[in-house]
């Protein structure tokens, strides 16, 4: 909140994950200690479906942010696009030229997301059954959003992206059964593990992936 309250600028991949990982992959930390992690490995996983979740809303909501006053799009990737110098433009109407650019800029984001997406999938198997379904249906409404913008070709101009409730129904069923299809692996993998009565070790190497 104070990074968006102060209009901090995201210069490089770098600062906008950290951005991220302040916003959102700290909420899956804690939901380490809410549903019952077992292994300090998996925190890593968690905070990376968090950064993951938060880059597909920043593709999202870019139209909307900019109305906002903000742009978390990183510099150096608009600047590899074309559109180096947007950051400044901030507080008129988004700029038409602009629109090409902006969409290379956040299919490239996209690309990003989906590799901490994979990241949090390593470990789903470390969430009992009713966790591991919860956190695989967000997952996989999240990362279906940024399939529907990639449908509107990144385009930023083209309308809210969403999901709809049929749709949801349809990814929490996938999830459900993908939690079943992958009971062994959860077994083995908490199997003699019991959930420590300490506090949690900072996993140090969240950022980079």
């Given at each position: 909140m104070e990074m968006d309250v102060r209009g901090r600028r995201y210069d490089t991949m770098d600062d906008l994950l950290d951005y991220c990982y302040h916003v959102a992959g700290c909420v899956g930390l804690m939901m380490c200690h809410?549903?019952?992690?077992?292994?300090?490995?998996?925190?890593?996983?968690?905070?990376?479906?968090?950064?993951?979740?938060?880059l597909t809303n920043i593709c999202r909501d870019v139209s909307e942010d900019w109305g906002l006053d903000r742009l978390y799009l990183?510099?150096?990737?608009?600047?590899?696009?074309?559109?180096g110098a947007l950051g400044e433009r901030r507080g008129s109407p988004f700029p038409e030229d602009a629109r090409g650019p902006v969409a290379a800029a956040i299919e490239e984001l996209l690309d990003e997301a989906e590799r901490y997406y994979r990241s949090g999938d390593e470990g789903l198997t470390d969430l009992d059954w009713r966790s591991a379904l919860a956190i695989r249906t967000a997952r996989s409404v999240y990362s279906s959003i940024g399939?529907?913008?990639?449908?509107?070709?990144?385009d930023p101009l083209a309308g809210?992206?969403?999901?709809?409730?049929?749709?949801?129904?349809?990814?929490?069923f996938k999830a459900c059964l993908a939690a079943l299809g992958d009971a062994?692996?959860?077994?083995?993998?908490?199997?003699?593990?019991?959930?420590?009565?300490?506090?949690?070790?900072?996993?140090?190497?969240?950022?980079?992936l």
């Open positions: 809410v549903m019952g992690v077992r292994r300090n490995e998996a925190l890593k996983n968690a905070a990376h479906l968090g950064i993951a979740m938060q990183p510099d150096e990737m608009l600047a590899r696009h074309g559109a399939s529907r913008i990639r449908a509107q070709r990144c809210r992206a969403y999901t709809t409730t049929a749709h949801k129904l349809r990814l929490a062994p692996s959860r077994a083995a993998a908490t199997q003699g593990v019991r959930i420590p009565d300490r506090v949690y070790r900072f996993p140090d190497d969240i950022l980079p």
